[in-house]
């Protein structure tokens, strides 16, 4: 039969994949352990009514989703938020506030693929929970810095560009847009750094028939428009009117708590981040690559209604996603790409004749129970299944890595020695099996 | 609106069982690692052929299938084994061999949710591809005892049960059973441990016709049953027909082998033993609970043909998978159960007034500052958002588990000196700041 392929927009981890993907995810799980929080994770898939419940179109429309054999109707979970609404409306009356929790889940979007964007990827999410107040917003984004920091990425290479949807829902209403009126508004201004301004202009002429206020929301969208040799959110401050000026003032203790971090370099207000997703209710946040500025590798925000909405109590809540396959291509980009392979601890090498029949004579002293000691040790080891020549057996240990190469040979059955070879050096030295096998780690420092 | 349950079969992964989730994958990792093999992943989904073409029907029964927008057939995994296969043929010309790759993939079976048995699931697998030495069949069985005996089950807790569908191929040919008909019986072997007596003899009347034939496989099996008292192997190669013995030979060599690597107490011959699945070709073994006679833990065997029926080359292979919900019932019936929750490095107090306004002027001495100093030099760190007196910050640093108590005063602004808490111990000392952040490990050695 003829080779099936891999579906388009998933990706094989071969074992040099693999080692970047575990390299990512570790730093995550200690970033995210680092900051205070612990892990948590949900099934991969959900009753698809979760997700279409309250995150909106854009996530309702990328959904994979299947029945099971007693017809209930499920989906992949395309962001794993609505699954930790749920488990923490599930045990709210149990779990100490804040509930600070991350997770490393695998999400899913039926999706086109393209680059930066696949149908199956793995997504940081931190989360506070149980807090309305703006510290956990700021050291949720403080968290997500700390990891870039971590692996090399300075405020010259990310920027986290924030803004609040509170600040813009009261700019939006001074303005005269009706509360029920937000979302859609919301929606069209996310994507606005997305299309060519002629799309936008026809988007909007269709979303919003009034052509009087249309064009005040253009104007000010033109006035807050960030530009690089000025404090934006002093702009905002001057420019917005009475109204505004509370909200304005809480948003401001976010950037404040932010500089006391240690991060405000890397942090900047800009009105045109509003994010995708229905839910959001506060401060949000998307973090871009300043070379390429439509390339975001993370976005959050406060979400203070979601729990409610799934049928909890109301609990305030915040937290983030940063995506790998956008992280990936950044750090390789850059050449800040960790993950190199390990290489073995130690390769037995059968030189002797006798050896190569395993004979239960000299069973101690043969490769597979020389091998099997060092494992139960704990060090990793292997050899050769095919018993070649002494060279081929080296090249092996060299092949895989080997940082110590063990020769068993005839002496090793007359006199119970070995010879330990170190392979990155090149010295070698000859030592009693027992001694050896006691104590690998110290034999070979 | 009403709450949305999970869906049944799939586990919710609070932080308690999200650490002892990790500890097991923890675990299976390091020993994949241990016994030279490297880490792999795929797809969760992969193209519904891939697992109907070589698997056999139990897998496809229990499989979640659904489409995609462009109408392709996808199905969730329920093993591994196909995406291995496919990952290899896809490169087999730039792998070295033997192959030796593990993985802890995520599997999902359409199944009816009973204890041992969730639709969605964890299994560690462990293959060897390209060698058609029966030492890699030994070396994957060796791998699995590595890690059963690193949690701490012995040969008194579990048994390898091993057979081969090459010698049980031969004595059934030798019985009157026709080549194209053996996978018929298998399946049928497969299912008599967990059927009633009755029940078994309907299902083997339906499938063999012929009664003499019928009659003379239940008399071998019963010849072969295994007995504690004795080797059933050397029963096997004294009842089996001349024919057999050759194919018998090269079997007890995987015996002997399993004896040099010191773990032949774990391992007996089961002539029972079959495997569900349709692609096994020479040994094949099942790890039981020796407490309960039904409860398998792991499964695997040798699957020389199925590259090659996946549109490959010609290439041997042989491997198992480890389930985590069997396996970690096992370990907790057992008190061996890992995975306790790490505590924090330390949690940072304020205990000074002026502290609490996270003034400017003092930004450097402030909670956020200092929480943010000890994060960035990588240990975890953490506060109170809701400043509360120091007691109860006391007890917050207690509840999550903080090894020091970092405690900020009017004496941290006035003199630069914080105490530091021995949480466990409760000692306490005075130390200056700056000293404490330039070296916190040292300061509280």
């Not at 290479?157 to 009261?170: E, F, G, P, Q, Y």
């Not at 209604?305 to 956008?326: R, S």
């Not at 240990?397 to 070879?421: F, H, M, P, S, Y």
């Amino acid at each position: 039969m003829a080779k099936i392929a891999a579906v388009k927009g998933t990706r094989d981890f071969y074992p040099e994949q693999m080692a970047v993907r575990n390299w990512i995810m570790e730093g995550w799980r200690q970033a995210g352990l680092r900051n205070g929080y612990v892990e948590y994770d949900g099934p991969i898939f959900e009753h698809l009514r979760l997700f279409t419940e309250k995150s909106g179109e854009e996530i309702a429309d990328q959904l994979f989703f299947f029945t099971d054999r007693g017809g209930r109707a499920l989906a992949l979970r395309p962001e794993i938020t609505p699954t930790l609404a749920r488990m923490v409306n599930e045990q709210i009356n149990s779990l100490a506030r804040p509930i600070k929790w991350f997770s490393v889940p695998r999400l899913f979007r039926a999706e086109k693929p393209q680059r930066g964007r696949l149908r199956e990827f793995f997504q940081w999410n931190v989360d506070v929970i149980g807090s309305e107040d703006i510290l956990a917003d700021a050291e949720c984004i403080y968290t997500a810095i700390d990891y870039l920091r971590s692996v090399g990425l300075s405020s010259k290479d990310v920027v986290v560009k924030i803004s609040s949807r509170k600040v813009l829902a009261a700019l939006l209403k001074d303005l005269g847009f009706a509360e029920d009126g937000l979302e859609e508004v919301y929606v069209l201004l996310d994507k606005r750094p997305k299309l060519p301004r002629e799309a936008f202009d026809e988007m909007a002429a269709e979303q919003i028939k009034d052509q009087a206020l249309r064009n005040r929301l253009k104007e000010m969208l033109q006035r807050l428009q960030p530009e690089a040799s000025e404090d934006s959110l002093s702009k905002l401050k001057v420019l917005a009117p009475e109204a505004v000026q509370a909200d304005i003032v809480s948003f401001s203790d976010l950037f404040y708590y932010l500089e006391l971090m240690g991060v405000a370099d890397y942090c900047e207000f800009d009105i045109n981040i509003v994010r995708g997703l229905a839910y959001y209710t506060g401060p949000v946040y998307e973090i871009y690559d300043r070379r390429e500025p439509l390339r975001a590798v993370c976005g959050g925000g406060r979400y203070d209604d979601l729990l409610a909405g799934l049928g909890g109590q109301e609990v305030p809540a915040t937290g983030f996603g940063m995506g790998d396959v956008v992280l990936e291509l950044m750090l390789k980009e850059r050449g800040l790409l960790g993950g190199a392979a390990q290489g073995l601890d130690f390769f037995v090498i059968d030189a002797g004749r006798e050896l190569f029949s395993f004979s239960r004579e000299d069973k101690d002293r043969c490769v597979l129970a020389v091998v099997s000691r060092l494992r139960e040790k704990g060090f990793s080891a292997a050899f050769d299944y095919k018993r070649q020549p002494l060279g081929k057996q080296l090249k092996q240990a060299a092949a895989q890595k080997a940082r110590w190469a063990v020769i068993l040979g005839d002496e090793t059955i007359k006199e119970g020695k070995v010879n330990v070879k170190n392979m990155a050096q090149g010295g070698q030295r000859t030592v009693g099996l027992e001694e050896f096998l006691s104590r690998p780690g110290e034999t070979v420092k």
